[in-house]
């Protein structure tokens, strides 16, 4: 099972953008973004457990919601700066995690969707 990201693409900085990703029966969601020459980060997760949660560098800049109705995750991004710049990643997985959700392991993963500010 792979997931399939969409809305990603070039904006200048102040813009905005809305990632999807089509999702059903997972419980743990989550954005995860890679810069070049970077490392994978986690963005944004929610969870019933512990809501949403947002790396500092997106807090007030991005939402992450999920609609229950027609299974789809969303990361509304707002304000962009070239440093959002990367291939954002929707993940999930149905299990819970002894680590916070930014940094836990998840089982499914989409193949990216390209997001550029300049």
């Known amino acids: 099972v792979q997931l399939v990201e969409s809305g990603g693409g070039s904006v200048q900085a102040g813009g905005s953008l809305r990632l999807s990703c089509p999702a059903s029966g997972y419980t743990y969601m989550g954005w995860f973004r890679q810069a070049p020459g970077k490392a994978r980060e986690g963005v944004a997760t929610?969870?019933?457990?512990?809501?949403?949660t947002y790396t500092g560098s997106v807090k007030g800049r991005f939402t992450i919601s999920r609609d229950n109705n027609t299974n789809t995750l969303y990361l509304q991004m707002d304000r962009l700066i070239p440093g959002d710049t990367g291939v954002y990643y929707c993940?999930?997985?149905?299990?819970?995690?002894?680590?916070?959700?930014?940094?836990?392991?998840?089982?499914?993963w989409g193949q990216g969707t390209q997001v550029t500010v300049s």
């Open positions: 993940a999930a997985d149905m299990r819970p995690s002894m680590l916070p959700p930014l940094v836990r392991a998840y089982s499914v």
């Open positions: 929610i969870d019933s457990e512990n809501g949403p």
